[in-house]
């Protein structure tokens, strides 16, 4: 999702808790549809969705170390990622099979989306 589209479903958002509206019906039945649209946008797309992935991120979105041997390693579920570098993923693998570079993802939203799909329930917290 782009910038704009974020913006303009807040806008939506904004300007309709802030109207009352005393028009007629089907406006406000379209000013209804307009704010369910837009809070779906904005709950879909995270104002955080095109941050970059780091450590800290992943710990809170729910990520932990299996093998204490090896704590370089995170693991949700199917995925795991190799964090030798805090703000720097080394690797990404899917069920222990590494995914190609150009598959990795660069975004906290490419992350919530991959582990949708794997059906991987992330557990995000604020507070790092």
Known sequence: ????VRAAAERIVRSVHETVYTGPLALQGKL??????????????????????D?????????TVKDVENDAVL????????VYEPDDPVFWRVDYERLPEELWPKTRG????????LGVTLTERSDP
Not at 75 to 82: I, Q, T
């Open 1 to 4: 999702m782009t910038d704009d």
């Open 32 to 53: 209804a549809d307009a704010l369910v649209l837009a809070d779906a946008v904005l709950t879909e797309h995270p104002a955080d969705d095109g941050e970059p992935v």
């Open 55 to 63: 450590e800290a991120w992943l710990r809170a979105a729910g990520f």
């Open 75 to 82: 693991h949700a579920g199917l995925l795991s990622v190799c």
């Open 110 to 117: 490419h992350v919530r989306r991959l582990c949708a799909a």
